[in-house]
């Protein structure tokens, strides 16, 4: 929990119910908001001075794979299905516990310089303790799912697990962090996709899931090959199949969703399920555009997420935010995606995908303090005639000034406060180098 904080003089941009704007302060105490513009603080609270300075709600992503950071520029130019057993499984597979702890330390370091306060993440099927350690330690807000994999073709050794030990470590997995860091840290059950389970392991998390109360993270629709496998072993095209099996529904989270029919899309849209949009991943696979304008047309929760680094390569919200929206306007019109909704799939959309739209997502009293500063009086953001635009179309990394979760300051002129970075640095080369050599 974090000391007293006063953010001063900044511009904040609520994203509440009405997209307010204002320009003042904003009090935090005990990890959360507590009062704007009020003369009533601690003593002993600490002054931002945000003069010149946008407040905004912390950045949520809703697909990530921390273990995949370790990976980043060492699986281009391929398709998904090939991306996957040539490079990503083989990578996976040869992760120890302290190649996996870098990794996620590595992709949590990107993420919070970027302003990502909170994630969705699937990890690989061993050693998901260690991701969780370092969300706990790096004072990052995340949802964590081991994979679960108990089928498929051409799936590494390590990784293919019988359904009943990998549900028991998921569910172990569950007992141990979910709630922890007062709430900081959740887990959920993460089936990778159909093609790599059984039906029965699928059928089974969608009775877990509700009985533990926790999200289900999963892939679904994003290439046609794969589409195409899950129709040839079934009988249904993907979301269909997911929703015989119980995993259509509002605590479900599907990332992709590229090539769905309209049956689908109805099933989407009765359901409540969520999709997790990641664009540049989409791209750079070749595995196509997801019609995110009808999604959000039919009422459909959407939300962004970077994917892993191998497949992006960056972890950068500000990139997904303009390339959701670029590319839908390429496909319906320059209307289409307007920067204030992009800016609401980036956040408030995140949270509600999360569960979380009760505590993250906007800046409102009694919130969680998950906050970002910019400073957007610099290259490449003036001059600002509407700051919604800037934001989503002009703004970097580089402009995330000052970062706070859950009230603590993790971030601070543009360093990291829990975390080291030359170390991690270093650490990572020398694991990628290790991995790369074994799988030699």
């Not at 921390?66 to 060492?74: D, E, P, S, V």
């Not at 049956?263 to 019609?291: R, W």
Request: aromatic share 4%; glycine share 6%; hydrophobic share 45%.
């Amino acid at each position: 929990m974090g000391n007293s904080i006063l953010i001063k003089n900044a511009t904040v941009i609520t994203m509440d119910a009405n997209n307010s704007i204002f320009t003042g302060d904003v009090f935090l105490a005990d990890g959360h908001i507590a009062a704007f513009n009020s003369a009533d603080h601690a003593d002993e609270v600490e002054v931002i001075d945000a003069t010149g300075r946008v407040l905004l709600p912390g950045f949520v992503q809703t697909h990530i794979h921390l273990c995949q950071t370790l990976f980043r520029g060492a699986a281009d130019d391929l398709a998904l299905i090939d991306w996957l057993k040539q490079r990503i499984w083989p990578f996976e597979a040869a992760h120890t516990p302290a190649s996996l702890r870098v990794s996620a330390q590595l992709g949590i370091a990107e993420l919070i310089r970027g302003g990502t306060t909170c994630a969705l993440t699937m990890e690989t099927v061993n050693h998901t303790d260690e991701v969780f350690r370092v969300v706990e330690e790096s004072g990052f807000r995340a949802t964590v799912g081991k994979c679960l994999m108990d089928a498929g073709e051409n799936v590494p050794a390590a990784l293919h697990q019988e359904t009943e030990t990998a549900l028991a470590e998921a569910v172990t997995l569950i007992e141990r962090w979910h709630g922890q860091a007062k709430g900081r840290i959740r887990a959920c059950f993460a089936p990778r996709f159909a093609v790599s389970c059984t039906q029965e392991l699928l059928e089974r998390v969608a009775r877990l899931s509700r009985e533990w109360q926790v999200l289900v993270h999963t892939h679904a629709s994003e290439n046609r090959d794969e589409i195409a496998l899950v129709e040839k072993n079934t009988g249904l095209r993907n979301i269909a199949y997911l929703h015989s099996v119980g995993l259509a529904a509002p605590h479900v989270v599907l990332a992709h969703c590229i090539w769905l029919d309209e049956t689908e899309m109805n099933l989407l849209q009765q359901t409540g399920t969520k999709v997790a949009h990641c664009p540049s991943s989409n791209l750079k696979l070749g595995s196509g555009i997801a019609n995110i304008t009808e999604m959000l047309e039919r009422g459909i929760a959407v939300s962004l997420g970077a994917d892993g680094a191998p497949c992006n390569n960056r972890l950068d919200m500000f990139t997904e935010m303009r390339t959701a929206a670029l590319l839908q306007k390429v496909q319906h019109g320059p209307q289409a995606i307007p920067a204030q909704t992009a800016l609401r799939m980036a956040t408030i959309e995140g949270a509600k995908a999360l569960g979380l739209a009760d505590e993250i997502g906007s800046i409102e009293i009694g919130k969680k303090a998950d906050l970002i500063l910019l400073n957007l009086r610099q290259l490449p953001c003036m001059p600002q005639p509407d700051l919604i635009s800037t934001i989503v179309y002009s703004a970097q990394s580089s402009n995330v000034e000052t970062v706070i979760i859950d009230g603590q300051i993790v971030l601070r002129n543009q360093v990291l406060t829990l975390l080291n970075e030359a170390n991690i640095l270093a650490e990572a080369q020398y694991q990628f180098e290790t991995l790369a050599e074994f799988l030699r």
